[in-house]
């Protein structure tokens, strides 16, 4: 089976305080901060970034940490841990991009966005290869799933009708 996006669709409870389109904005520290200073709108328009532009994403257990995209549009198979061991899922995600910003596991489905052009969405972080955890200058590749990838996919799923988009405040 092959994908384009690793993605999830959510709907809030009645009564439930959210800020779609905002992005919590962390100590950027270079080292992973986690402290929330603030918060700013991250517009979408469904671009993508090439080879050497700069990115960064505020991940959940990470929270902000920047790098560059290493490669543009790579089908990139998917692992599992298992005891463990790396174990070949037989399923490959397709046209992905790669950077090189520090990522652990929690940190799937974080924004990814550009340092450049106002900060718009790229996309969302899915994948990490193996690093010296807990060591933010270990090299490590990060993948994730372009926006536009995401937004097709998602409204195909769901049928016609429906369209994927993130909501802007």
Not at 5 to 15: E, N, R, T, V, Y
Not at 52 to 59: D, L, M, R, T, W
Request: proline share 5%; net charge negative; charged share 15%.
């Amino acid at each position: 089976m092959c994908r384009y996006s690793d993605a999830a669709l959510i709907q809030f409870d009645a009564g439930v305080t959210n800020n779609l389109g905002y992005l919590a904005k962390t100590v950027e520290d270079g080292f992973g901060g986690l402290a929330i200073v603030g918060s700013r709108t991250i517009p979408v328009d469904g671009s993508s970034a090439m080879q050497g532009a700069s990115i960064a994403k505020v991940g959940r257990t990470t929270g902000y940490s920047s790098g560059v995209v290493t490669a543009h549009c790579v089908d990139v198979p998917q692992f599992e841990a298992v005891n463990g061991v790396a174990v070949d899922t037989n399923r490959d995600m397709r046209c992905q991009d790669q950077a090189d910003y520090y990522a652990e596991p929690g940190d799937s489905g974080s924004p990814v966005f550009s340092l450049t052009n106002d900060g718009w969405l790229l996309g969302l972080h899915w994948g990490t290869s193996f690093s010296i955890r807990g060591d933010p200058t270990s090299p490590q590749r990060t993948t994730y799933s372009p926006w536009g990838n995401t937004a097709t996919e998602v409204t195909r799923d769901l049928g016609a009708g429906y369209q994927a988009t993130a909501a802007l405040p």
